[in-house]
């Protein structure tokens, strides 16, 4: 297993600092959160893009993925806005020689045959530039598809090796669907998987792993050994969570004392 954090967990956290504890907390990679308000988004220039590659090859950490915020089934984005949205993070993806490109599927609350459709259309296009850059979209488990079941309608209609699923194991357990069901239905559409623990299916305040109800060890239990495994921790949109950087190194203590029962 390879493990990796979200910068989520340290909104604005210079990349420096980012690339320093992931190697003090014993982390291979990093999941970078694509947004404007974060060091690492699709506005920076191509010397900066330079010098964020530099600084982590220098730590000897991995840029897993740029984590956009594109939405890939919202009827109500036109095409042409989610096409540019999309070609932005894919050309930093590129620059930063990231393996994934993350997208949300953001259909709404009635999404239905039109929303997979057009996530559907959208992802397909979006597929020939990630397979020119030698990346991989990934649709992530999350809003009008939370399940991996939702997700693999959309990616199965896409039918092209270089997009895929993100599985995030909080939205396909409150989907109630187990994981030994996420994992057989995603089958080889299966990019990597997010770790989180939280409270309840009410209360999603960021937990340290092992502190809430999440099925962890049954999902990690699903997974081969080359899985990459990354922590999201919600610390962006929960102020009063603890700070995530203490808890890093315990939480990565945690993920591999439940891959070795």
Do not use: N
């Not at 009827?75 to 949300?104: H, I, K, N």
């Not at 209360?203 to 809430?212: S, W």
Request: hydrophobic share 45%.
């Amino acid at each position: 297993m390879k493990l990796a954090f979200s910068t989520l967990g340290v909104p604005g956290m210079p990349v420096p600092e980012v690339a320093e504890l992931a190697v003090s907390a014993g982390y291979q990679g990093v999941e970078l959160r694509g947004h404007p308000e974060e060091p690492v988004h699709p506005g920076l220039g191509a010397a900066e893009r330079a010098a964020v590659v530099k600084e982590f090859e220098r730590a000897g950490v991995e840029i897993l993925t740029v984590a956009g915020y594109a939405r890939a089934a919202d009827v109500s984005v036109p095409d042409d806005a989610f096409r540019e949205e999309m070609d932005g993070l894919l050309w930093l993806a590129r620059d930063l020689g990231a393996s994934y490109v993350r997208v949300f599927p953001g259909g709404g609350d009635e999404a239905g045959p039109e929303a997979d459709a057009t996530a559907a259309r959208r992802l397909g296009a979006a597929a020939e530039v990630a397979a020119d850059f030698g990346v991989r979209v990934l649709l992530e488990t999350h809003d009008s598809h939370g399940t991996g079941a939702a997700a693999e309608r959309v990616v199965a209609e896409v039918g092209h090796p270089q997009v895929g699923v993100l599985w995030d194991v909080m939205h396909t357990w409150r989907g109630s669907e187990s994981p030994e069901v996420t994992r057989a239905t995603l089958g080889p559409y299966l990019g990597y998987v997010q770790v989180k623990d939280i409270a309840s299916a009410e209360d999603t305040t960021p937990l340290p792993l092992g502190a809430g109800v999440l099925p962890l060890r049954e999902c990690l239990a699903t997974l081969s050994g080359d899985t990459w495994v990354c922590w999201e921790y919600e610390k962006r949109w929960y102020e009063h969570a603890a700070a995530l950087p203490p808890l890093l190194a315990p939480g990565r203590a945690h993920l591999e004392g439940l891959l070795a029962h």
